[in-house]
């Protein structure tokens, strides 16, 4: 369930956009992961309608801890907190305290890695499908870039549409974000 509603109703604009332009949604969430508590409170506000209701024979204990579990990996999707999880998943690795899934913390966190793994999935994928979608993100970053530049803000890196380079971008977010979570 975290995986499908993980980007749910995105808006194509980065969490340090949304919060230096003051969007509605960055003061409703305190500029806090503002994308993805914004995908977890619509997934769940659309699961309130009775025919969408997939929780609807669920104690109200076990939609409590479903709930609490779907918002925590969800969350664990900002990337603006990437580098801390891959740090905190690398160390308990490393350390005799993660033999095996014992204890819910360390399946938590598992589960964590695993949709991180699955947001960011993109060059796993056959050439032609990957190349498609990589296009389709470097579209949505130069319009942020466009917008930035509207703004008077300056523009992110990789978002500028007159400075960018596709095949670079690529290479780097696979070789800075991807590699390392495997």
Known sequence: IAAVGHDIDHPGLSNQFLVKARDPSAIMYSDASVNEYHHSAHM??????????????????????????IIKLILATDMGKHFEMLSKFKTKIQSSGFRNLDTQENRLMVLEIALKCGDLNNPSRCQEIAVQWAHCIMEEFYRQGDKEKELGFPISNFMDRHNSNVAKCQVGFIDLLVAPLY
């Open 44 to 69: 769940f506000s659309i699961t309130l309608a009775s025919q969408y209701n997939i929780f609807a024979n669920l104690t109200s204990e076990e939609y409590d801890e479903m709930r609490r579990i």
